[in-house]
């Protein structure tokens, strides 16, 4: 049972609320605000961070309600309003979502904090172009604040629009010199040269004092990167080493829960479990493209999307969220795990057709290219019988090494550390290997390093194997105008390249730990 103070007056107990949210005392906050809406059912504010208690514990529906509560006592609230779209993306109504922030948008113009917030939504929402247009009129209402540039470059790089976006992250450094994300987003739009780079720059940023922790991981991270690009491998892999130090530092993680859960999902979902449960619902819908990342996802949900029958709908975590949704497990991973074996595949495959398919325009199938996807496989299986499953992989040492190189806004912590990298991936390529084991004939297995050398044959075996016919559209995948909003999303608007095949060898010295962990032989 949660003491709760009643006391205090209500605006006290706000902030007391909202401190126990951002020091993750979730059941804490929860109660709070519980007694605070039981006291005061008319203040919207109060409803307001109830719903941030309820979204922070998992209750997305109650968040609706509370939502719903502060939207009558005061329906102009664009806060509420806006907390009533992340709400409904939640709950997978993602088109009464983007109804709603279209909606906001004709009453938003002449705002730019509200417009600013919006692009976030939109972008939230899988809606690029959306987003773009609400950042670009941000901006060009407040020319002068960082963030509104900061966040049109973000979205500009969706959609394809690189030379805007460098110029938009270009004006956030001249104005705001500490934000260190712009300087690693701006070194990873275009291959550097020595007549047009940053390194001075960078290399003088290193040095000073930094105001985040971030600072200097970002920073190294975007000279690491700078330096690759003219050809100074070495000073490179030692700008690289130091951010990835650092950024493993700030991390709590051990990698070895995440090799324990991918053994339990293996025993759980065993060939007796496929024997049990019944069929989930079939058609053609949903291609999911999966595998490490760095391995060439993103390659080949644009060779795909670049189909007339196919769209992308991005990175989506509706699987995940479907699954936990209708799971509400305790015990954590392991309990979700257990959980997870005794849902009826059906409904898990209604519920997240439900999310994606909000999202889609119609077309005959839909690509949710999440990496890991592929730990769930043997659910996709079972409740979406029909579903293609596309694995992607690489060169271990290209991929990994592609995977240290990379700095993740979110997720992968295994990749700032060689130990950590070697055990994941060895723990993945196990759980490959069991699905192929218990489910033969499902996966459809690319190899990036094929698609490289051959990419008209592997084009025409991966669509005939999707159940597609071949278009020539397929093999200029770098002018499919769709939006991505992935690591890659500017290396996807080019050519098909082979400069990144056997990359690692470059630093060959400097990966041999690696090498020897992953069992790879020069």
């Known amino acids: 049972m949660v003491a709760v103070n009643t006391s205090a007056p209500p605006k006290d107990r706000l902030a007391n609320i909202d401190r126990a949210l951002r020091a993750g005392r979730i059941a804490q906050a929860r109660a709070m605000s519980e007694a605070l809406v039981r006291e005061y059912p008319d203040y919207p504010d109060a ?8 979204q922070k514990a998992g209750d997305f529906a109650g968040m609706r309600s509370a939502l719903t509560e502060a939207i009558n006592l005061e329906p102009s609230s664009p806060l509420a309003r806006l907390m009533m779209v992340e709400a409904d993306v939640h709950l997978g109504e993602v088109e009464q979502a983007r109804t709603g922030l279209l909606a906001m948008e004709s009453e938003a113009a002449g705002n730019a904090n509200w417009l600013g917030r919006l692009a976030e939504a939109f972008g939230q929402c899988g809606q690029h172009v959306d987003a773009a247009r609400c950042a670009r009129a941000a901006a060009a209402l407040s ?8 966040n049109l470059a973000t979205h500009l790089v969706a959609v394809g629009e690189l030379e805007e976006a460098e110029a938009a992250f270009d004006a956030v450094i001249a104005s705001a010199p500490h934000d260190y994300d712009a300087y690693y987003n701006r070194a990873t739009l275009r291959r550097q040269t020595a007549d047009r780079n940053h390194v001075a720059e960078l290399q003088r940023m290193v040095r000073v004092p930094h105001r985040t922790p971030m600072g200097p991981v970002a920073l190294h991270y975007a000279l690491a990167k700078e330096l690759e690009d003219l050809g100074d491998y070495t000073a490179s892999f030692e700008a690289l080493t130091v951010g990835a130090q650092h950024r493993r530092g700030l991390m709590r993680y051990n990698v070895t829960g995440d090799v324990t859960t991918m053994g339990q999902i293996a025993t759980v979902f065993d060939k007796a479990y496929f024997d049990r449960v019944g069929r989930g619902d079939g058609g053609d819908g949903p291609v999911f493209v999966l595998g490490l990342p760095r391995s060439g996802t993103t390659l080949v949900d644009r060779i795909l999307s670049a189909h007339s029958d196919v769209e992308s709908l991005g990175e989506l975590n509706d699987f995940a969220l479907a699954l936990t949704t209708l799971c509400q497990a305790e015990g954590g991973k392991s309990g979700l795990v257990q959980a997870a074996s005794r849902l009826d595949p059906s409904t898990l495959g209604k519920a997240y057709c439900k999310r994606a398919g909000g999202r889609t325009s119609g077309s005959r199938f839909f690509i949710d ?3 890991a996807n592929f730990l769930y496989i043997g659910l996709i299986a079972a409740a979406l019988p029909d579903a293609r499953i596309v694995h992607l992989q690489r060169d271990p040492m290209d991929n990994a090494y592609s995977l240290y190189k990379a700095l993740f806004r979110m997720g992968y912590p295994f990749s700032y550390d060689f130990a950590d990298l070697a ?25 990036y390093e094929d698609v490289v050398a051959d990419q008209d044959g592997e084009t025409r075996r991966l669509l005939e194997a999707v159940g597609l016919e071949f278009e020539e559209a397929c093999l200029a995948f770098h002018r499919n105008p769709s939006p991505s909003a992935t690591h890659s999303a500017a290396q996807v608007r080019q050519p098909l390249y082979a400069s990144s095949v056997g990359l690692w060898r470059r630093y060959e010295q400097q990966l041999q730990p690696l090498a020897k962990m992953l069992g790879v032989t020069p």
């Open 47 to 54: 409803w307001i961070i109830h719903a941030r208690a309820l």
């Open 143 to 150: 020319p002068d604040e960082p963030a509104h540039r900061y």
């Open 369 to 371: 290219k999440a990496p």
């Open 423 to 447: 055990a994941y991936m060895q723990a993945k390529d196990a759980l490959m290997a069991h699905w192929r084991e218990v489910l033969p004939g499902r996966i459809i297995d690319v190899r």
